[in-house]
């Protein structure tokens, strides 16, 4: 055997195989350093992600007040509508939860009715075992609903750190952003500043038109299904479009346990008709949400396929629950821009840049 002849291939196959290993070693460890350090990393990315929304307000306010005093008001503003959400989404429900349960408790009813019937020959111990069953699962959303209070108590440690690395992070990235950004620009090698600089423009366009569009479709769903639920009949269809709107943010996550919602209590309180008109109501809004206004909304800012939206929430769950969720669809987005213009030319994303 010529052993020159194999030489060249072999030694080229070796280098790549290293890198490859190198490559998901890394991968490996940053997948475990996030998981790790999710309680520190996820607040900060969220406020990061967040900052460009909140910019072009302070920019405004300083033209008559100083920097700090101008994203001191603007944090003031941003965490009073956070908690406001919050508060109405818990209110919301805290004053309806006697009727929402009873529609729960109706819909498990009706489904082990069903089943009864469906299904002949079914025995009292099995029949009551379908019951326990769903009653378990019904008791399971509602503690997700109302937030556990138990499991409240046992992270509110990490809460807190949460929440202060959160609102840390937040005010100095309104006050400070484009010093950041130049900072990042210069950082990095002469040949690619240009890039960079276009990349800082996009990352602010890109993350303003996302939350944009995720307001406006978020509110769209809440409308059409608390309007549509009020026609056919449903109540507490007001708490539903409350409830709609807040979790709407959560990709995937948030149409889901809408409609599961919306289904449960029509059938719970007004039968199995209702509830199908509702689920048609339902699939039919969030459809046309994520497939017709998200891209009149967003334009080419950000076009993903559902797939990879898909599989990037469900990753986002895995590893941060549901603020990996929230923060899943906005990173692949910048992820994507920053492989388009790093990879390509420059030019086409600095045209495109305000």
Do not use: C
Not at 190 to 219: H, P, S
Not at 334 to 345: D, S, T
Request: hydrophobic share 60%; glycine share 10%; charged share 15%.
């Amino acid at each position: 055997m010529d052993i020159k002849r194999w030489h060249g291939p072999l030694v080229r196959t070796s280098d790549w195989a290293w890198r490859i290993l190198v490559v998901l070693a890394l991968g490996a460890v940053v997948v475990w350093a996030g998981i790790s350090l999710a309680a520190i990393v996820i607040p900060a990315l969220l406020a990061v992600v967040i900052i460009p929304v909140g910019r072009p307000l302070v920019e405004r306010l300083e033209r008559r007040l100083p920097s700090a005093v101008a994203a001191a008001l603007v944090l003031l503003l941003a965490l009073l509508i956070l908690v406001a959400a919050g508060w109405l989404m818990v209110a919301s429900i805290a004053a309806n939860w006697q009727a929402l349960w009873d529609g729960l408790a109706g819909a498990v009813t009706v489904i082990v009715d069903w089943i009864d019937v469906q299904i002949e020959g079914l025995e009292d111990s099995q029949v009551l075992e379908i019951r326990e069953n769903l009653r378990d699962l019904v008791g399971t959303v509602s503690a997700v609903l109302i937030g556990g209070a138990t499991r409240s108590v046992a992270i509110l440690g990490s809460l807190l750190v949460g929440t202060f690395l959160f609102v840390v992070t937040l005010y100095f990235g309104l006050r400070d952003w484009p010093k950041f950004q130049a900072w990042l620009v210069r950082s990095t090698h002469a040949d690619t500043q240009q890039k960079a600089e276009a990349f800082m423009g996009r990352f602010d366009v890109v993350l303003r038109n996302y939350w944009k569009g995720q307001a406006l479709i978020g509110l769209f769903g809440a409308v059409a299904l608390g309007l549509g639920l009020w026609l056919i009949g449903v109540p507490l269809a007001a708490p539903i479009a409350v409830l709609t709107f807040v979790i709407s943010f959560i990709p995937y996550v948030g149409a889901t346990v809408s409609t599961a919602l919306a289904v449960f209590v029509a059938l719970g309180t007004s039968g199995i008709g209702d509830a199908t008109l509702a689920l048609l109501l339902a699939l039919f809004i969030f459809n046309t949400g994520e497939n017709l206004m998200r891209p009149w909304l967003v334009g080419e800012t950000i076009k993903l396929p559902t797939f990879v939206v898909f599989i990037a929430s469900t990753v986002g769950v895995l590893l941060a629950g549901a603020l990996g969720a929230v923060l899943a669809i906005p990173v692949v987005a910048l992820v994507g821009e920053a492989q388009r213009i790093f990879m390509g030319g420059a030019e086409e994303a600095v045209a495109e840049t305000p």
